[in-house]
């Protein structure tokens, strides 16, 4: 880690992973956050979908720490400094949001979101020099495929009970 305090994943596997594992749970904390606001607003059917987004974004932690056991990598060995930014993050904006959107549009910002990460991940694993930052990537890159087509799934069912 740099002297700034800065995570780079492109740098070591020791960045990669705390990096993955910050934006994961930013993510979580961000649809919780959300579902508390919309409860707020009486938003009921946004604010229910929020919160079982926040704890389906709890669960996609998990992968991160099974990939630093795997890679022999200690939690916690690279803390977030107070420059950090997530580039690529799979955390929606609260600038995005509004207390008025409907659960389609929650989804579609979800998506949004998921595909900045999964696009994130593809270019890193790209231009790694580094050969165990490069394989991290890749796998960071397949969870982000797979929780792309749980919210496609789940796009398709929301709106297909609009549709109804």
Do not use: C
Not at 72 to 95: F, K, M, N, W, Y
Not at 121 to 143: D, F, G, K, M, P
Not at 151 to 156: I, K, P, R, S
């Amino acid at each position: 880690m740099s002297a700034g305090g800065n995570i780079r994943p492109e740098r070591s596997l020791e960045d990669l992973l705390a990096y993955a594992r910050i934006m994961e749970r930013a993510s979580a904390e961000r649809y919780a956050e959300l579902a508390e606001v919309m409860a707020m607003h009486n938003n009921q059917e946004v604010s229910e979908l929020s919160r079982g987004m926040a704890d389906i974004e709890w669960l996609h932690v998990q992968p991160v720490y099974e990939l630093s056991r795997e890679f022999s990598v200690t939690q916690g060995a690279v803390q977030p400094g107070a420059g950090d930014r997530l580039r690529g993050a799979e955390i929606p904006q609260s600038e995005d949001m509004h207390y008025m959107h409907s659960p389609h549009q929650v989804l579609k910002l979800a998506q949004q979101s998921e595909q900045s990460a999964l696009d994130f991940y593809r270019q890193l694993a790209e231009s790694a020099a580094n050969r165990e930052v490069r394989a991290a990537a890749l796998r960071l890159a397949a969870e982000e495929e797979a929780h792309l087509r749980e919210l496609d799934a789940t796009v398709t069912a929301v709106d297909g009970r609009r549709v109804q």
